[in-house]
């Protein structure tokens, strides 16, 4: 089969040719037909001190079913996120990390719905969110920020703004839903709001505490660091919450599976609707990895095997 692999910090990347892997004791050989590119794993191959495997959100066909109790069968399709070598024709996904894929869901849906959806309903459940507040979210034109301009507004937001890299992006993310969408480097972010859901982090973070009001709450869960004075939040009564999807995979398998439930039904109902920037052959995904790093993305970035 074909693997994307790369050698040294920053790339290239590369195809090489591998064995089919097995499945092992609680995991699932799938064939991916779709495989999504995540701002983190980007970040990874241009930072991290050793190369790791290209791992990211698959969905596909299982093919073989390792040892130990499962809820999935051959034939059947899934998705969820793979820790190992997903940029590849053939992945292996653990069970616990695996949804079935309704019918009426495409493989490009499956990937663009169920792990960017689950970090995105996750952070706004992280902001206690009442019914007739307000909502900022940042990367609004994200693989995430696009379904929590969604969702915020699903679970009763008053108003939802939207905040983006360019002007550009700002029609895409009006059709979302947004009332307002504002960006980055604005001098004024509007009417402060209730609460903010932060996909970028870094140097954001100021103005982003800065647009919440008094008593409001900041969800991060960006990979992008950062840090907030402790008086600008003491001055407001503001907070700072932390979020880590990972954390709650591991440690509230249950909440982890209402969430993905609660993701079906939406989209199902037509409520919830994930939308793909573009989609990349497996030997273009330098190009793929190319998009996010450039924020040029309208939704999420795909690989086809």
């Known amino acids: 089969m074909r693997r994307v692999r790369y050698e040294h910090t920053g790339g290239p990347l590369f195809l090489e040719d591998v064995p089919v892997p097995t499945a092992g004791r609680g995991e699932l050989l799938v064939r991916g037909e779709a495989i999504g590119v995540t701002l983190p794993v980007v970040r990874k191959v241009t930072e991290a001190a050793e190369p790791i495997p290209l791992g990211g959100e698959i969905a596909g066909e299982v093919v073989a079913v390792g040892e130990g109790p499962t809820r999935f069968r051959t034939g059947d399709r899934v998705t969820g996120l793979c820790f190992g070598h997903a940029y590849a024709d053939y992945a292996l996904l653990h069970e616990a990390m695996a949804s079935p894929v309704p019918e009426s869901a ?21 902001a206690r969110p009442a019914p ?15 379904l929590a301009v969604q969702l915020a507004g699903l ?10 890299s360019a002007p550009g992006k700002a029609e895409f993310v009006r059709g979302l839903g947004a009332d307002e969408v504002i960006t980055y480097g604005a001098d004024n972010w509007g009417t402060p709001v209730d609460y903010v859901l932060d996909a970028v982090g870094g140097d954001l973070l ?4 800065a647009a919440l009001a008094p008593g409001g709450r900041l969800v991060a869960y960006s990979s992008g660091g950062g840090s907030v004075q402790a008086y600008d939040l003491l001055a407001g009564a503001k907070s700072v919450i932390g979020f880590q999807m990972a954390r709650i995979a591991r440690g509230e398998p249950e909440l982890y599976e209402r969430w993905r439930q609660e993701l079906w039904r939406l989209f199902t109902d037509g409520a919830l609707k994930p939308a793909v920037h573009g989609e990349f052959a497996l030997e273009d995904s330098a190009k793929a990895h190319e998009v996010i790093e450039s924020r040029g993305n309208l939704g999420k970035v795909i690989l086809r095997p």
């Open 106 to 126: 495409s493989a490009a849906d499956a990937v663009a719905l169920v792990r960017s959806g689950l970090v995105a309903l996750g952070a706004l459940t992280a």
């Open 155 to 164: 679970r009763g937001a008053s108003r939802v703004v939207g905040a983006v």
């Open 206 to 209: 100021t103005p982003a505490v």
């Open 132 to 146: 007739g507040e307000s909502a900022l979210v940042t990367g609004a034109a994200g693989g995430v920020g696009h």
